[in-house]
């Protein structure tokens, strides 16, 4: 089935810092792609998305580019801020007229320390 | 503009009684889906509602149920609790029409303990 593996958290690091955060995916269509941001005590947000190959998402100064070769869709950011400290949630969903969830990875837990 | 809401924030039940969790959708937005995130996990996906119908299920047993009102609100039912229910609940919604701009937005979910 359709899945999302993403790199196992924690991942701690001090501001400024360059941050990469792995996602792969399996699927048996063609998905777009999302990454979620989940801060403490919150909803999903999303932060990010790419419909298809060689599409790269950004915001926020985060970026993703969908890598249909590599099943891949990492997110970078240049430099974090103690305030992007936050779970970090990579998921996809099928194209096709009968595929509306999403699938989620388990999420990565961002700390970045002053 | 009000975002997705969610009530109640937290609840707590005994085993083998009944639950019902409610949302309201973004303004604009017409469809509903439900998401179960286990502590430590992914949100896990319970079912879709569209025009006040199910349009689409994931792997949850006919324990969970669901309602979607004409002005787009809907609930999640949970009958015969068990421990395992234990979870955050979330709501999201969009706009029913899928697409490559297709977005669900998240409710700030409801946490449901099961004793």
């Known amino acids: 089935g359709d899945s999302v593996t993403q790199m196992e958290g924690p991942v701690t690091l001090s501001e400024e810092a360059f941050l990469t955060i792995n996602c792969t995916y399996t699927a048996t269509g063609y998905p777009s792609l999302f990454w979620y941001v989940q801060y403490p005590g919150e909803g999903l947000q999303l932060l990010l998305k790419?419909?298809?190959?060689?599409d790269k998402g950004s915001n926020k100064g985060f970026e993703a580019t969908y890598r249909k070769e590599t099943t891949s869709f990492h997110l970078e950011k240049g430099s974090v801020q103690v305030s992007d400290s936050a779970v970090y949630f990579c998921?996809?969903?099928?194209?096709?007229?009968?595929?509306?969830?999403?699938?989620f990875g388990k999420g990565t837990l961002l700390t970045v320390n002053p | 503009d009000a975002g997705v809401t969610q009530s109640p924030t937290h609840l707590i039940k005994t085993r083998g009684q009944q639950v019902t969790l409610r949302c309201s959708p973004k303004s604009g937005h017409d469809t509903v889906s439900w998401y179960q995130q286990a502590l430590g996990q992914g949100p896990q996906f319970i079912f879709q509602y569209y025009e006040e119908e199910e349009r689409q299920r994931g792997n949850f047993p006919d324990r969970f149920s669901g309602h979607q009102y004409p002005n787009y609100s809907s609930e999640l039912n949970v009958n015969a609790l068990l421990l395992g229910d234990s979870a955050l609940y979330l709501c999201?919604?969009?706009?029913?029409?899928?697409?490559?701009?297709?977005?669900?937005?998240f409710g700030p979910g409801t946490r449901l303990t099961v004793t």
């Open positions: 790419a419909t298809k190959a060689d």
């Open positions: 999201a919604s969009s706009w029913g029409r899928t697409g490559s701009s297709y977005e669900q937005y």
């Open positions: 998921a996809l969903r099928l194209s096709g007229g009968s595929n509306y969830k999403l699938t």
